[in-house]
């Protein structure tokens, strides 16, 4: 593990990793192994096109930008048709605004094909504009047997074929259908689809990545690089070799990102590794050094310590660079900083300065940035927006015009890190004497009473905006993640609210808030139930609690340590009980949870929603409550579903096996409660930090909260 400390302390530059490159790469990947999620076939007899449930095949022996590539096996008849589609992913904030005057598509035939019985193909933009479809055949040389040939589609040889005009720009779907109706079985494979400009495909190579390293795992070896000159680079090929064989191409990184996860499955092995640089035209760069590693059983003290450090790097190497906070998701809006995200990235960085993954003194410096950031960021009576920009400070409205301002809830994960981070950096030295008088001033600077109900004062409400005030109205009560928010409202020492609040603002009983109601799922009493029939999603049990140690305190309605353990217990035997029959749950699959499913957002919450959607962060993030269940988790996340779910930032955000569905983000406020929860059940050290702050155990005996150590 020292190895990879190392790796990580020696990251100078934080790159953009969401949207330039998305500017260009309509498809390079599957992360479903059999069949890509985001395509969709249909045909009419006597016509055929193979799918696998309504969807292309996955092809893996035959790729440009490995592991896999796409399959189109047909046969076209008179009287009958068939089409493919192949949409974009739409990522959390995915700005579509393809750049370039061509569209390059990799294709592949086992078999000699003449151009003319190549498909047609069709343009489909996100506002339903349409082209009339074009022969391939005019782009293409007859395919040659067995090599991959770049076909160019100029976009201007497209014309719009509907009432709404197209725009390439906005470029959504590709479309191939059928063409000549020769009756013969064809099978084409296609890959890396980009759009570019012309000119572009003249690019050198870029230079060699240099400082390869290799650190192996149980089921992979985590592979790490320095590049010497992202110029001209659209990949990174990763390249593997068993003892006395030939490299062999085993994945693709983008530009941005100098690391690379490769699974390699459950037999110890020994590997060698080399990297190179790649334009999309396939110059590539000579290749780096030499990098080996072998494989190796792991106990579960060891993957604990795996699944923190590479969930840390999530805020460590992928973080917004002129801010250094914590990006909404990645890829994603690499401007768009997420606040309470940067709090809870904050105590992650705090577990990795302890467990040595990065230098205590490098993670003072990236706090120092962090504070001076929020020093002059946009902030509205001393809160801050839910979202900021990384370059300029300023608020980024990204849910709507009426977010315009302050977000209480947001500030007070944000200050819930920094106030973790102010205890654990004790340090005599000037840097830390520094930080700890900076968190000082942002943390009294915050006009908590500014944001009570106006009318009756006996409430806090979520967001406030110069223009258009509480307008939003969103008041803070019922069971839901805003207890810390209340409670460091109260232990304020400048702007403090009244400690009656927590009565009759925090745990108020009205609206479809229910506070208290006692509820029994699977033979488990809950004190909490968010909605009738659901005790809501797991990230109500994490979020408040990252820092703020519920062990041994109880207030009127319940203790939260055990209740929070009963709430994860019930998700893991909903998830065993299996009501709706989807596949892959179990007692070793759960953690129902807010999250990004298949079709957007959604909480995600026992008996109520869900559609087959697991997020790894909320078993894992239930570690310090149920540590013998959150480890038979991340057992079976790491150890079977590996291959699709473990990347370079840890378990990725969220799966569904009844669709065959990965998610290709990560999320800032998914990983970090990975790192903090796991290393609160291991040490108590966030926990620990956090609770030594004065200020909130005045705040717990205003409140009148009680002692309770009995656990059950």
């Known amino acids: ?73 047909w046969s076209s008849a008179p009287n009958g048709a068939w089409d493919a589609t192949i949409r974009i992913y739409q990522w959390r904030n995915r700005h579509v605004d393809f750049r370039g005057d061509s569209l390059y598509i990799w294709i592949y035939s086992p078999q000699q094909m003449m151009a003319g019985s190549l498909p047609q193909i069709t343009l489909r933009d996100l506002d339903g504009g349409f082209t ?90 985590d592979l790490r690089w320095k590049p010497a000159s992202a110029a001209g680079a659209t990949q990174y090929v990763i390249y593997r070799a068993e003892p006395g064989g030939e490299f062999r191409p085993v994945g693709v990184q983008r530009p941005g990102v100098d690391r690379f996860a490769d699974w390699v499955g459950d037999k110890p092995r020994e590997l060698r590794y080399r990297v190179t640089a790649r334009t999309s035209a396939m110059r590539e760069s000579r290749p780096s050094n030499v990098a080996a590693a072998r494989t190796h059983a792991m106990n579960d003290d060891e993957l604990l310590t795996m699944v923190e ?18 990006r909404e998701s990645v890829p994603g809006a690499d401007d768009v900083i997420a606040v309470g995200a940067s709090g809870f990235g904050v105590m992650a960085m705090v577990v990795g300065a302890e467990r040595k993954f990065v230098p205590r003194a490098a993670v003072v410096e990236r706090l120092l940035k962090v504070t001076d950031f929020l020093a002059r960021a946009d902030r509205f009576h001393g809160v801050w927006p839910h979202f900021l920009s990384g370059r300029s400070g300023h608020v980024v409205p990204l849910f709507g015009m009426y977010e315009d301002g302050a977000d209480l809830v947001e500030t007070s994960f944000l200050l819930q890190g920094l106030l973790t981070a102010r205890q654990y950096f004790n340090g005599t030295d000037e840097r830390e004497t520094r930080l700890r008088r900076q968190i000082t001033a ?29 307008h939003i109205a969103n008041r803070l009560e019922g069971w839901n993640e805003v207890m810390i928010t209340y409670l460091l409202a109260i232990a304020s020492p400048t702007h403090a609210v009244p400690a009656s609040l927590y009565d009759t603002g925090y745990t108020a009983q009205r609206g479809e808030h229910h506070y208290g109601e006692r509820h029994t799922y699977y033979g488990i009493p809950l004190a909490m139930n968010y909605t009738p029939g659901s005790p809501g999603p797991l990230f109500f049990t994490q ?22 353990r009963d709430e994860a217990r019930v ?79 840890g378990f990725r955000d969220a ?3 009844q669709q065959e569905w990965y998610s290709g983000i990560y999320m800032g406020l998914n990983q970090a409660p990975q790192v903090v929860m796991i290393e609160n059940g291991r040490s108590g050290l966030i926990w620990r930090c956090f609770m030594q702050n004065e200020e909130i155990a005045r705040a717990q005996r205003l409140i009148g909260l009680e002692r309770d150590d009995r656990q059950q």
């Not at 959504?172 to 495909?201: N, P, Y």
């Not at 450090?309 to 914590?326: D, I």
């Not at 540590?627 to 473990?646: K, T």
């Open 1 to 73: 593990m020292a190895l990879l400390g190392l790796a990580l302390a020696g990251v100078l530059a934080l790159p953009a990793v969401g949207q330039d490159s998305a500017q260009h790469l309509f498809f390079e990947n599957s992360l479903s192994p059999e069949a890509y999620f985001y395509s969709q076939g249909n045909a009419s007899y006597p016509s055929r096109l193979r799918l696998v449930d309504g969807k292309l095949p996955v092809e893996t022996e035959h790729t440009v930008s490995a592991p896999n590539a796409l399959e189109l096996d």
């Open 132 to 221: 009339a479809p074009l022969p391939l055949g005019r782009f293409a040389h007859p395919v040659a047997a067995a090599q991959w040939q770049r076909v160019r589609v100029p976009l201007a040889s497209f014309h719009g074929d509907g009432v709404q005009p197209f725009h390439p720009r906005r470029l959504a779907e590709i479309i191939f259908s059928q063409g000549a109706a020769d009756g013969v079985a064809h099978r084409l494979f296609v890959d890396d689809i980009r759009v570019e400009d012309a000119a572009a495909q003249n690019a050198a190579p870029a230079a060699a990545p240099a400082e390869l390293r290799a650190t192996a795992y149980e089921r992979h070896v």
């Open 309 to 326: 450090e590479a969930s840390l790097r999530y805020y460590w190497e992928a973080a917004e660079p002129h801010s250094g906070m914590a």
């Open 442 to 470: 942002l943390w009294e600077g915050v006009e908590w009473d500014w944001f009570r109900v106006p009318q009756t004062k006996d409430a806090l409400y979520w967001h406030w905006s110069p223009r258009w005030g509480f």
């Open 543 to 564: 979020y408040s609690y990252l820092g703020y140690d519920p062990r041994g305190w109880r207030d009127r309605y319940t203790n939260y340590f055990t209740n929070n």
């Open 571 to 649: 998700s893991q035997a909903y998830s065993e009980e299996n009501p709706h029959h989807w596949k892959g749950y179990g007692a070793a699959s759960w953690g129902l949870t807010a999250v990004d499913g298949p079709y957007g957002y959604q909480e995600y919450k026992p008996f109520t929603e869900d559609d087959g959607t697991l997020a790894p962060t909320g078993a894992v993030s239930s570690y310090a409550y149920t540590p013998q269940a959150s480890m038979a988790a991340i057992r079976h996340f790491y150890r079977d579903l590996g291959a699709q779910l473990w990347d370079v930032y």
């Open 655 to 657: 799966f569904n096996q």
